[in-house]
């Protein structure tokens, strides 16, 4: 097991945190996170659901040893809640520094004499603290038996990414001369944050061969590539890359999407799971992913898309195109969607993007539609050209927000364009507050690996 751990926090979490660690005053404040629990490949990450803010002179007191302290009833509400939802305990203070922080030797004699009680309260889960610089943050979680991790990082998701480290990072000295052009947009230590970024895409056809080919192109580093499906003839006015020959041998999607990616990034990482991203053994390779693009069209996908985002507390986006037809063959509409999908900030069961009745359809294998009159639909209309805007766009979208190249909005906005009228709307996301999905009340939000996905095999 690795000897760090990293910590991801929806932007609104982070944001009352802070005012509350950094009201203006210069003195030290306290407060309790509540995170779930995840691990892939021995690295552990904690995924904040709950803030519990100590109330000066109440919950934040003078020290018996140290300056401050929590309250021995806060710590006791805090951690047997901890305990009860299977959730890290952190206890949270904050020092004066900026970029760089640490534990202080009163502060770390205070870990040693309290977690390991702490440690027999959670029952098996683990508990730490943090300690928060202006711009850094550093952690100190004990693991049940014994051993201790520091942080690697921070990741505060909202409309941007913004990260944290215990200290300044370095950045690469040299960026291979094929950036240049693009290092001069948002430096060498953008393109160092890219080449590190873990990315997955999950469906590889029209638009999804596009997001990966542009994508390997600015150079993301790790690629984690999701589609169950092969190369037909229909797919080669759409699929890029694809060749008479993948048609003729029926080549797996993500194989011509490796090839686009390897050909434009030789030094990519690149994992190819041929897969339904509704299996949970397929849905949990993206659980290491730092961005998610949803480029397959299909209800369960988006399910599966929807609570890894919120469990998981990933930025992702939806990506779609739409063709409607008249009976008489006119067209309706044409359009395409770019649908970016942030912790906290609503999802698509809110906004009814995942459809109960088709979702009960697909669970079924084409002889029992048949069997029960649903049929077996066609094919939907597909164009490169309005995939490749969907896609762009989206990828545009990823670059600014990913690298902090623009100001936190505040609001989230789909967008969709029209073609047959020349429109671009806005829609701002509903969040419904009793969602089961992405809202505090519900069972998923930051829960990491402490609920299932909603997979058909989990």
Not at 10 to 19: G, K, T
Not at 30 to 39: F, H, I, R, T
Not at 89 to 108: E, K, Q
Request: with cysteine; hydrophobic share 40%.
């Amino acid at each position: 097991m690795n000897d760090t751990c990293n910590l991801r926090i929806a932007r609104c979490d982070f944001d009352a945190l802070m005012s509350h660690l950094f009201p203006g005053d210069r003195d030290e404040h306290g407060a309790v996170l509540l995170a779930g629990l995840s691990e892939k490949h021995g690295h552990l990450a904690l995924h904040v659901r709950e803030v519990h803010l100590a109330e000066e002179g109440t919950d934040y007191i003078e020290g018996k040893v140290g300056y401050r302290a929590l309250a021995a009833t806060f710590i006791h509400r805090c951690i047997t809640r901890a305990r009860d939802q299977r959730l890290v305990y952190l206890a949270v203070h904050n020092h004066s520094s900026d970029d760089t922080v640490d534990f202080s030797r009163i502060d770390l004699e205070s870990h040693e004499r309290g977690y390991p009680a702490l440690l027999q309260i959670a029952r098996g889960m683990p508990v730490g603290a943090l300690v928060f610089g202006h711009r850094s943050v550093q952690a100190d979680v004990w693991l049940p038996g014994g051993r201790r991790v520091k942080l690697d990082r921070a990741v505060v998701v909202g409309n941007t990414v913004q990260r944290l480290f215990p200290a300044r990072k370095k950045m690469l000295a040299d960026v291979a001369d094929v950036y240049d052009r693009q290092v001069r947009m948002f430096g060498k230590a953008g393109q160092t944050e890219l080449v590190n970024a873990r990315v997955g895409v999950v469906g590889l056809g029209g638009i999804g061969s596009l997001v990966a080919e542009y994508l390997a192109r600015i150079g993301v580093g790790d690629f984690c590539l999701v589609d169950d499906d092969r190369v037909e003839p229909s797919n080669l006015s759409r699929i890029v890359g694809a060749s008479q020959v993948d048609a003729q041998e029926g080549t797996p999607k993500v194989e011509v999407a490796r090839r686009l990616i390897e050909g434009a990034n030789r030094n990519a990482r690149v994992q190819l799971v041929i897969g339904d991203v509704a299996n949970e053994s397929v849905a949990k390779t993206l659980t290491s992913c730092d961005y998610i693009f949803l480029a397959a069209d299909s209800m369960r996908a988006r399910l599966v898309f929807n609570a890894l985002v919120h469990q998981y507390l990933i930025p992702g986006v939806q990506l779609g195109s739409k063709i409607r037809s008249a009976a008489d063959g006119s067209l309706l509409d044409v359009m395409s969607a770019n649908r970016p999908v942030r912790p906290g900030q609503g999802c698509l069961w809110c906004n009814q993007l995942i459809d109960s009745h088709q979702l009960a359809k697909e669970a079924k294998t084409d002889d029992e539609r048949k069997n029960q009159a649903y049929g077996v639909e066609e094919a939907n209309p597909s164009v490169i050209s309005l995939n490749a805007i969907s896609a762009a766009h989206a990828v545009n979208d990823f670059l600014m927000d990913y690298l902090g190249l623009r100001a936190d909005r505040g609001a989230l906005y789909y967008e969709h364009f029209h073609f047959l009228n020349q429109v671009r709307t806005l829609v701002q996301p509903r969040r419904d507050d009793d969602c089961p999905e992405c809202s505090r009340s519900g069972a998923r939000f930051g829960r990491g690996d402490g609920i299932e996905l909603p997979c058909s095999d989990g």
